[in-house]
């Protein structure tokens, strides 16, 4: 018989998992401004950030890494 109840965490994995969350939310948000501007830019004056996609790109694959870090650590799969 297994109860679900979460485990006690340290200080130090409760540090971590606040970082991956801020860290996630940060990579997100950036990932957003860059697009928006992007395409505000692009549509709105004819020219663009030449390094916008890259730098999209570059934040989604460590997104995608604090991301399964997150998942792994609060059982999300």
Same mark, same amino acid.
Not at 36 to 39: E, I, Q, T
């Given at each position: 018989m297994s109860s679900? &109840?979460?485990t006690p965490?340290?200080?130090l994995g409760h540090w971590?998992?606040?970082f991956e969350e801020t860290a996630i &939310?940060? @990579?997100l948000g950036l990932m957003t401004l860059i697009t928006? &501007?992007?395409?505000v830019l692009r549509y709105g004056f004819n020219t663009g950030l030449i390094w916008g996609l890259e730098a999209t790109t570059f934040l989604f694959a460590w997104?995608? @890494?604090f991301g399964v870090s997150y998942a792994?650590?609060?059982t999300a799969h």
């Open positions: 679900n &109840a979460p965490r340290s200080r971590i998992n606040e &939310a940060i @990579l928006f &501007a992007n395409v997104l995608v @890494l792994v650590n609060v």
